[in-house]
């Protein structure tokens, strides 16, 4: 008897031990949180970003929460999908250009103002880069030195004096930096338990990195404003074959794009150094087809939607539509879902 009531209770625990982690299914979800492509502004567009967040069921896949890249108002985006700079684990960039990190400076200054006492913040990017015209684009300077207007305006100084727990070298202080080499090969920047980001070098400017995370809901690569090594046509694609490969069997492929409509043949006025340093939207397409990426998010749009304009150059035939982006992508043969990103457009695997 008494045996029978230790198997029946065995049984109850092992049953409840199952739909324990049959609710604790593992998820991914990719949100862009800004997808205004370069220094021009349109329409309350968010500079570049995307924000990744791992976990499962129980948690709203909410145990970790990385950005990447902090383009101007990423800080606005992340409050409306809930999340605070407290919150977010690591913050990587792919380069040093302002649409790409202009951003972080307010997200630095609240962790520093209301975090100051708690865990350091990861920074993760390139080490300096040398660039064959003689200067050199450095995350860590740019990092060191966030804080740098607040100090020298005194507020930093003003709040510290109202409370001491703060960090007394300003919101410099809250990150812990980690720097490495962009390499064609891939390599492993950064893991926190069951995620792990790796990364490889990709042609924009020295010092750009293309990032890759994998969890055991999925995988998403984040490619930055990558283009092919080869900078001018002749060439086979306008995208990166580094990106390519790290992006091989992924589910998701973020990636900036140019539409082909800017061509410098095309009226556009746009010099040809800027249109073919970006992968262009049919390249993506076929590339993201050959690599077997289920999701597209397209983001950085060149030209922005509905834009009459881009920065100072013309939009031949007008304003380009959801449906200008998607047939460029699919005339690359992709026939997975193409998302044409705008701010907040989210994907999530496995999908509810
Ligand atoms: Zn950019």
Same mark, same amino acid.
């Given at each position: 008897?008494?045996?029978?009531?230790?198997?029946?209770?065995?049984?109850?625990?092992?049953?409840?031990?199952?739909?324990?982690?049959?609710?604790?299914?593992?998820?991914?979800?990719?949100?862009?949180?800004?997808?205004?492509?370069?220094?021009?502004?349109?329409?309350?567009?968010?500079?570049?970003?995307?924000?990744?967040?791992?976990?499962?069921?129980?948690?709203?896949?909410?145990?970790?929460?990385?950005?990447?890249?902090?383009?101007?108002?990423?800080?606005?985006?992340?409050?409306?999908?809930?999340?605070?700079?407290?919150?977010?684990?690591?913050?990587?960039?792919?380069?040093?250009?302002?649409?790409?990190?202009?951003?972080?400076?307010?997200?630095?200054?609240?962790?520093?103002?209301?975090?100051?006492?708690?865990?350091?913040?990861?920074?993760?990017?390139?080490?300096?880069?040398?660039?064959?015209?003689?200067?050199?684009?450095?995350?860590?300077?740019?990092?060191?030195?966030?804080?740098?207007?607040?100090?020298?305006?005194?507020?930093?100084?003003?709040?510290?004096?109202?409370?001491?727990?703060?960090?007394?070298?300003?919101?410099?202080?809250?990150?812990?930096?980690?720097?490495?080499?962009?390499?064609?090969?891939?390599?492993?920047?950064?893991?926190?338990?069951?995620?792990?980001?790796?990364?490889?070098?990709?042609?924009?400017?020295?010092?750009?990195?293309?990032?890759?995370?994998?969890?055991?809901?999925?995988?998403?690569?984040?490619?930055?404003?990558?283009?092919?090594?080869?900078?001018?046509?002749?060439?086979?694609?306008?995208?990166?074959?580094?990106?390519?490969?790290?992006?091989?069997?992924?589910?998701?492929?973020?990636?900036?794009?140019?539409?082909?409509?800017?061509?410098?043949?095309?009226?556009? %006025?746009?010099?040809?150094?800027?249109? /073919? !340093?970006?992968?262009?939207?049919?390249?993506?397409? +076929?590339?993201? =087809?050959? $690599?077997?990426?289920?999701?597209?998010?397209?983001?950085?749009?060149?030209?922005?939607? %509905?834009?009459?304009?881009?920065?100072? /150059? !013309?939009?031949?035939?007008?304003?380009?539509?959801? +449906?200008?982006? =998607?047939? $460029?992508?699919?005339?690359?043969?992709?026939?997975?879902?193409?998302?044409?990103?705008?701010?907040?457009?989210?994907?999530?695997?496995?999908?509810?």
């Amino acid at each position: 008897m008494r045996q029978h009531f230790l198997l029946a209770v065995a049984s109850m625990v092992w049953t409840a031990c199952l739909s324990a982690a049959a609710q604790a299914a593992p998820c991914l979800i990719v949100t862009l949180t800004g997808t205004q492509s370069g220094p021009p502004i349109f329409n309350g567009v968010a500079g570049a970003g995307t924000l990744v967040r791992y976990g499962d069921d129980s948690n709203n896949c909410n145990a970790v929460q990385l950005q990447f890249d902090a383009g101007r108002g990423s800080l606005l985006r992340m409050s409306q999908v809930g999340v605070v700079p407290a919150q977010l684990k690591a913050i990587f960039f792919t380069h040093m250009h302002s649409d790409h990190t202009e951003g972080f400076s307010e997200i630095a200054q609240l962790r520093w103002n209301y975090n100051s006492t708690g865990p350091k913040l990861d920074v993760v990017c390139s080490v300096n880069a040398l660039s064959p015209l003689g200067h050199t684009l450095s995350c860590s300077k740019f990092v060191q030195h966030i804080g740098d207007p607040l100090i020298q305006s005194g507020e930093i100084a003003q709040r510290i004096a109202e409370d001491k727990t703060r960090l007394p070298g300003g919101p410099a202080d809250i990150v812990n930096l980690i720097t490495f080499e962009p390499k064609n090969d891939v390599q492993v920047v950064w893991s926190s338990g069951e995620v792990k980001v790796s990364a490889i070098r990709s042609n924009h400017i020295p010092g750009h990195a293309s990032y890759r995370v994998d969890t055991p809901a999925g995988s998403v690569v984040i490619g930055g404003d990558a283009g092919n090594d080869v900078v001018t046509p002749p060439r086979a694609t306008s995208t990166s074959e580094q990106v390519e490969r790290l992006a091989r069997g992924a589910d998701i492929l973020v990636h900036s794009t140019m539409h082909p409509v800017m061509a410098p043949d095309n009226t556009s %006025g746009m010099p040809a150094s800027i249109y /073919y !340093r970006q992968s262009g939207t049919t390249d993506l397409g +076929a590339m993201a =087809k050959r $690599a077997g990426i289920k999701y597209l998010m397209l983001t950085h749009l060149a030209p922005s939607l %509905g834009a009459q304009r881009h920065g100072p /150059y !013309r939009i031949p035939n007008g304003p380009l539509t959801e +449906a200008d982006y =998607k047939s $460029a992508a699919m005339a690359g043969g992709f026939e997975g879902t193409i998302v044409v990103g705008v701010d907040l457009s989210t994907v999530r695997i496995p999908a509810k």
